[in-house]
């Protein structure tokens, strides 16, 4: 069947946009509308929203979150804040949608298409090229990044004996070093009201870490995450994890918990407490926590990072899909 495909806006398709995430194949929180559409209020100033949704009569079954600047289409978010991107599509259906949304694309002023962090299981990975191929467009596929994970088990216990031995005798030998050190506490905020506080924390945290991290947090960079705290806190998706040592809180995350998923999104630390690994140790808690809370996996996103790996974290792929006309 050829779908109908028309240009939307966030105000249009928000309740149907959530409704028809949980039916696609790939479901993650940076495809949330509440997700999207904090990104390009912040960021989509100078772009032109391409928001394509393709109907079966009253039914959406598919959604391509696009901009379109300078004749570059891209998906709405750039890789310094969203990891994961795609076509929504439902389930069974992306033969059809990628075609009725590629066809409408066609209509349209553009040169290049540069789509970036597409997860190796993405179907347009599949498609797209396909049918930029059959008109003759030039196509290229890269491997982009690595976006390491880890199933989570049933218990504690248990994750530690899925580690190597060496990454689970450390593990075990830092965690008593740092509880031999002082009074040791995780406190996590998930309350709207104590995020300002919490989040400056967290920012300070961020920015002594290294100088990368620092020159990454600029002022918009900022309100970004203060945003998207807020919204996602609001809707029960946000925690905002503290080491805390003698009362002085010396490390943070943030992760997100979305479908038996928790995602590390990013994190800082005091250099003061280097020495006592309190950055791979909070991390190491998160993770605890996630089994507690009976999470299914750990997405440690993207990036190769060795504390990834020490904490059992195994490859999965995203990659970057240009066609040019």
């Known amino acids: 069947m050829v779908y109908t495909v028309k240009q939307e806006t966030f105000a249009s398709v928000t309740q149907l946009w959530s409704a028809l995430l949980p039916k696609c194949s790939l479901d993650t929180v940076f495809f949330t509308p509440e997700w999207q559409s904090t990104w390009w209020k912040q960021f989509g100033v100078e772009e032109d929203l391409c928001l394509l949704g393709a109907w079966n009569d009253s039914l959406l079954e598919g959604l391509a979150p696009l901009v379109l600047n300078n004749k570059t289409l891209k998906f709405i978010g750039d890789t310094d804040l969203v990891d994961y991107h795609d076509f929504l599509i439902l389930d069974g259906k992306e033969e059809q949608v990628c075609s009725s949304i590629f066809g409408y694309l066609e209509q349209l002023d553009w040169d290049t298409c540069d789509l970036r962090s ?6 347009i990975l599949s498609w797209l090229p396909k049918l930029a191929q059959a008109q003759n467009y030039r196509v290229t596929i890269e491997r982009e990044d690595v976006s390491p994970g880890t199933q989570l088990p049933a218990n504690w216990e248990q994750y530690l004996d899925s580690l190597t031995k060496k990454n689970r005798h450390e593990l075990r030998r830092k965690l008593r070093r740092l509880e031999n050190s002082g009074h040791v ?17 967290f920012f300070s945290l961020l920015r002594k870490s290294r100088t990368t991290k620092s020159e990454f947090l600029t002022p918009e960079r900022e309100v970004f995450f203060q945003s998207i705290a807020q919204n996602l806190c609001e809707s029960g998706l946000f925690s905002l994890f503290f080491l805390e040592l003698d009362s002085r809180r010396v490390a943070a995350t943030i992760c997100f918990d979305y479908k038996k998923t928790r995602f590390l999104y990013n994190s800082g630390y005091d250099p003061e407490y280097n020495r006592l690994s309190v950055g791979l140790i909070l991390k190491a808690l998160c993770l605890k926590d996630a089994i507690e809370q009976d999470m299914q996996y750990f997405d440690f996103l993207r990036g190769a990072e060795a504390y990834k790996y020490d904490l059992g974290g195994k490859d999965t792929t995203i990659y970057h899909l240009l066609i040019q006309r």
């Open 118 to 123: 597409v997860p190796e299981t993405s179907e």
């Open 185 to 201: 506490i995780t406190n996590t905020i998930r309350d709207p009201q104590y995020l300002p506080d919490a989040l400056n924390d």
